[in-house]
C-alpha cells in the first residue's frame, strides 16, 4: 500500500489547522512501513497557476452575469480552482509513481482528482476524501468568510454530494461532523464507507507555571487569557476581546492571541472595546508554553469540526472555556467550561473563573484527565489502515 496525502495547505494551516493533526498521521504510517507522500500548495507549478488563473478570469465573467453572485465569488471560484489544481497534480504524481491511494483533504481536490484520473485514462487507484469543516465543504467555507450566494451554494452541494458518494471513504473526525454532513448534502442512509476518525492526542511540551511566565516575561500581576487559531471570521476573536474588555476581575486581563492574519483589524477592535491593556499577538511552534503559562484558554469559535487548540489545553491541563458549536462537545466533554457563543456568556466565565482559584484547578483537573484518555496517533493510524483496507475490500 503506497498512500498520498493531499492538501492545499498554508504555512498557517501547518502550524495553527491541518498540518498539526496530519504531518504526526503521515509520520506513523510511515513508522508502520508504508510508504506515504505528502503534496500541499508548494508543489503546484507556476506554469499550471497561470493557466487557471485564465480559467478564472473567465468564471468571473460567467458568474457575475449569473444571479446570485456576491462579492466573495471571485475568491471563492479561486479557492475552488486551486483545489481542482492540486487534484490535478496528485492525478498526475498517484499514476506516474505508483500510489495505490490517494487521500484527499477537502472534497474538491477529491473532484479534481476524479476528473484529471478519468482525462489520464489511469489504473484503478483508491480515493477518500476528510472533511474538515463541521458539515459540508461548501456551508463550512461559506461561514469562514467565502460567503456563495443561494445558488452558488445550491450548486456546490449536489456537487460535493456527488462527489462523497463515489468516494471510496469519507472521514470526519467527530459522529456530529458525520451526521451534519449527511444532513447538509441529503445524504441517508449514511453510507457504510463514511467513518468518525478523532485527531490523535496532540504531543506537546509540559512546563510549570513560573518556569514559562519567566521564559515568556509575564507578569502575576495580570490575569492571562489565552486564544489560539488562525485569525479568521469563524475563530470570532473580537467576540473575545469585547469579552476580556467588559471583565470586572481582581487582576487586570491581558488577552494573548497566537495565530496568523491581519492583527491591524484586532488590536483596532480592542481600543475601541476599551481593552485596558494592549492585545499581545504571537507565532509560535512551542504552544505547550504558553497553555502553560496562561491562566485561563478560551475558544469563541462559531464553529469548529473538532477544535485541535481545544484538545491541545486538554493536554496541557489548563482551564478551558469553548463555545458549545459543532464538534466541540463532543471532543471536550466534561474537560472544559462549554458556554454559548455570545460575549455576555464568555464575559461570564472570565469573571468567574478570575474570581475563583479552587474552580480553575476543578477544570485543570478534569481537563486533564480527558485529555489523558485521547487515543494517541498509533491507535489512529490504525483506523487509518483499516479504513484503507476495507476500501480494497469493496
Not at 491593556?277 to 511552534?285: A, L, R, V
Not at 477544535?307 to 469553548?322: Q, R
Request: glycine content about 10%.
Amino acid at each position: 500500500m503506497k498512500i498520498l496525502m493531499v492538501t492545499r495547505e498554508s504555512q498557517a494551516d501547518k502550524r495553527y489547522g491541518l498540518g498539526r493533526s496530519l504531518i504526526p498521521l503521515v509520520e506513523e504510517l510511515g513508522r508502520r512501513g508504508y510508504s506515504v507522500g505528502y503534496l500541499c500548495r508548494e508543489d503546484c507549478g507556476q506554469r499550471s497557476e497561470h493557466l487557471f488563473r485564465g480559467l478564472h478570469a473567465v468564471l468571473i465573467h460567467l458568474f457575475q452575469r449569473m444571479s446570485g453572485a456576491t462579492a466573495d465569488t471571485p475568491a471563492v471560484l479561486w479557492a475552488l480552482l486551486e483545489r481542482l489544481n492540486m487534484g490535478r497534480l496528485a492525478a498526475k504524481v498517484a499514476t506516474c509513481q505508483g500510489y495505490t491511494h490517494v487521500h484527499c483533504h477537502d472534497p474538491w481536490i477529491a473532484l479534481g482528482f476524479r476528473l484529471f484520473c478519468l482525462l489520464r485514462l489511469s489504473r484503478r487507484i483508491f480515493w477518500g476524501v476528510t472533511e474538515h469543516g463541521f458539515g459540508c465543504y461548501a456551508q463550512a467555507t461559506h461561514e469562514d468568510g467565502g460567503r456563495q450566494g443561494t445558488t452558488m451554494m445550491y450548486r456546490f452541494r449536489r456537487l460535493e454530494a456527488a462527489v462523497l458518494k463515489r468516494a471510496d471513504w469519507v472521514i470526519s473526525p467527530t459522529f456530529s461532523g458525520i451526521g451534519q454532513l449527511a444532513r447538509d448534502l441529503c445524504v441517508f442512509p449514511i453510507p457504510a464507507s463514511w467513518h468518525a476518525v478523532p485527531h490523535a492526542r496532540p504531543k506537546i511540551t509540559h512546563y510549570g507555571r513560573a518556569e514559562a511566565r519567566r521564559s515568556l516575561g509575564w507578569s502575576d500581576d495580570f490575569f492571562y487569557v489565552l486564544g489560539v487559531g488562525r485569525l479568521a471570521p469563524l475563530k470570532q476573536f473580537p467576540m473575545l476581546i469585547q469579552a476580556c474588555a467588559m471583565a470586572k476581575t481582581p487582576r487586570p486581563v491581558r488577552l494573548v492571541i497566537l495565530g496568523e492574519g491581519d492583527t491591524k483589524y484586532l488590536h483596532h477592535v480592542g481600543v475601541e472595546a476599551g481593552l485596558g491593556q494592549e492585545i499581545m499577538f504571537g507565532i509560535t511552534d512551542n504552544i505547550g508554553l504558553y497553555l502553560a503559562a496562561a491562566d485561563v484558554y478560551i475558544s469563541t469559535s462559531s464553529t469548529e469540526s473538532f477544535g485541535m487548540a481545544n484538545l491541545e489545553a486538554l493536554v496541557a491541563g489548563i482551564p478551558a472555556v469553548c463555545t458549545a458549536v459543532g464538534g466541540v462537545p463532543e471532543v471536550v466533554g466534561a474537560g472544559a467550561w462549554l458556554v454559548s457563543p455570545e460575549v455576555a456568556a464568555v464575559r461570564e466565565a472570565i469573571e468567574t473563573l478570575a474570581k475563583n482559584d479552587t474552580l480553575r484547578s476543578w477544570l485543570s483537573k478534569y481537563s486533564m484527565e480527558r485529555g489523558a484518555g485521547w487515543p494517541d496517533i498509533t491507535e489512529i493510524a490504525r483506523r487509518y489502515e483499516e479504513i484503507y483496507r476495507q476500501a480494497e475490500k469493496t
